[in-house]
């Protein structure tokens, strides 16, 4: 069974540039989360998935970032305009509903220069 | 910003050598997770736990969810070089808390 897909594995821009994530979660996983990792700390939560709907995105920054599942499978995080303290991976993960383990992809390395 | 503190920050071992893991919080959580991860990898599920008091192992590999439901600790016994990694803890109440990493090396 594949696991969590993540693309792209590595993305380099400069800053102001938009830059697009995206996250197919394990078949049948319903609930998905994005997750920030910034160098020597661990993951923390940028928004959470329950099908379509985003259900906590509180420590989502909205005036930057956006994110979407419209069919509830695949999504896509967005950063626009992006800036140099966005450099981190973003990580995707998903769960067999919200009390289920999580599993995640291998992220997503961004460098903003 | 975090609220698990997970400790040590970072280990080195010789190879053989059994090693101890902890992490607490002043919040109390339902459910324990501990993850590994390689560099350049996401994190890579080790143990779920799911009741105070809980001892499950996978291999050489021990953890517990503490009994006051706020701590959890991991234990790897008989080191060897592939565990080397960064190891977090995560705790659920209402969503997936992390822990800031042990970074555990492996001394051959």
């Known amino acids: 069974e594949a696991g969590v897909v993540q693309s792209p594995r590595y993305k380099i821009i400069e800053k102001k540039q938009p830059v697009a994530f995206w996250c197919n979660p394990i078949?049948?996983?319903?609930?998905l989360y994005w997750y920030l990792q910034n160098l020597g700390q661990g993951p923390e939560l940028l928004i959470r998935y329950e099908n379509e709907e985003a259900v906590d995105d509180s420590q989502l920054p909205k005036d930057r970032f956006s994110a979407e599942r419209l069919k509830g499978v695949d999504s896509t995080l967005k950063i626009q305009p992006a800036e140099l303290g966005d450099s981190a991976v973003y990580l995707c993960?998903?769960?067999?509903?919200?009390?289920?383990?999580?599993?995640f992809g291998e992220g997503s390395r961004l460098t903003v220069l | 910003g975090q609220q698990l503190n997970q400790s040590p920050q970072s280990m080195f071992i010789q190879e053989g050598e059994d090693v101890s893991m902890n992490c607490t919080s002043s919040?109390?959580?339902?459910?324990w997770l501990w993850y590994k991860q390689d560099p350049g990898e996401g994190p890579v599920l080790l143990i779920a736990?799911?009741?105070?008091?809980e001892l499950t192992s996978n291999g050489r590999l021990t953890a517990q969810f503490g009994i006051t439901r706020k701590d959890s600790f991991l234990n790897i016994s008989a080191s060897i070089p592939s565990d080397v990694g960064i190891y977090f803890c995560a705790g659920r109440v209402n969503d997936m808390r992390f822990g800031a990493g042990t970074r555990l090396t492996v001394k051959p």
């Open positions: 993960a998903s769960s067999l509903g919200w009390a289920g383990e999580l599993f």
């Open positions: 736990l799911y009741k105070a008091g």
């Open positions: 919040s109390i959580f339902n459910t």
């Open positions: 078949s049948g996983h319903n609930t």
